[in-house]
T-cell receptor, first 111, second 114 residues
Framework: EDKVVQSPLSLVVHEGDTVTLNCSYE??????LLWYKQEKKAPTFLFML????IEKKSGRLSSILDKKELFSILNITATQTGDSAVYLC???????????FGTGTRLQVTL | DVKVTQSSRYLVKRTGEKVFLECVQD?????MFWYRQDPGLGLRLIYF???????EKGDIPEGYSVSREKKERFSLILESASTNQTSMYLC?????????????FGSGTRLTVV
């Protein structure tokens, strides 16, 4: 059975801090790993990773994949209160566009 | 602006009722999905569909069925609602092939079964 585990489950940081969110996985047929941000409503797409060692970057957010050790990290630098959200990691294992999600990490950024 | 629209934001139903959750997308996507989201369990796939009148079971299909009579509409049906089906339900759609970044979610329906 495919498995996606995110850690920590939740954390609280001060504005300006840097955070690292973790996603480890066990899947039989890896195609890609995706990160989503979920505020109050629908999850929104952040990154899709398919190759090891290649960093994807968007502003203060970045992510990298390690296919040998079976994990990915999502970094957020200089956090802002608008970064407060649940961050979801998902794996595509090749069955159409079906995704297997982790439990999510709830991030709260305080002033 | 492309959209996935779920008909209800909040819904309260009684145990044993038949419940319909509707999802409509305007992107001409072939693939549509129903997930439920629960604290500590993340998003879990209930059913998905590759095309009109086609459906596939996801990881937790028990107690649910689906209907896809038109490409843009994917309905989730709770035949006899139970309290353990209280959850947030998210619909999503995507184009076929490499369109994973096009995996667009609706805003969710928070269903409470009393």
């Amino acid at each position: 059975e495919d498995k996606v585990v995110q850690s920590p489950l939740s954390l609280v940081v001060h504005e300006g801090d840097t955070v690292t969110l973790n996603c480890s996985y066990e899947v039989t047929n890896f195609r890609s790993l995706l990160w989503y941000k979920q505020e109050k409503k629908a999850p929104t797409f952040l990154f899709m990773l398919t190759s090891s060692g290649i960093e994807k970057k968007s502003g203060r957010l970045s992510s990298i994949l390690d296919k040998k050790e079976l994990f990915s990290i999502l970094n957020i630098t200089a956090t802002q209160t608008g970064d407060s959200a649940v961050y979801l990691c998902a794996l595509n294992t090749g069955t159409a566009s079906k995704l297997t999600f982790g439990t999510g990490t709830r991030l709260q950024v305080t002033l | 602006d492309v959209k996935v629209t779920q008909s209800s934001r909040y819904l309260v139903k009684r145990t044993g009722e038949k419940v319909f959750l509707e999802c409509v997308q305007d992107m001409d996507h072939e693939n549509m999905f129903w997930y439920r989201q629960d604290p500590g369990l993340g998003l879990r796939l209930i059913y998905f569909s590759y095309d009109v009148k086609m459906k596939e079971k996801g990881d937790i299909p028990e107690g649910y069925s689906v209907s896809r009579e038109k490409k843009e509409r994917f309905s989730l049906i709770l035949e006899s609602a139970s309290t353990n089906q209280t959850s947030m339900y998210l619909c999503a759609s995507s184009p076929p092939g490499q369109g994973l970044w096009g995996y667009t979610f609706g805003s969710g329906t928070r269903l409470t079964v009393v």
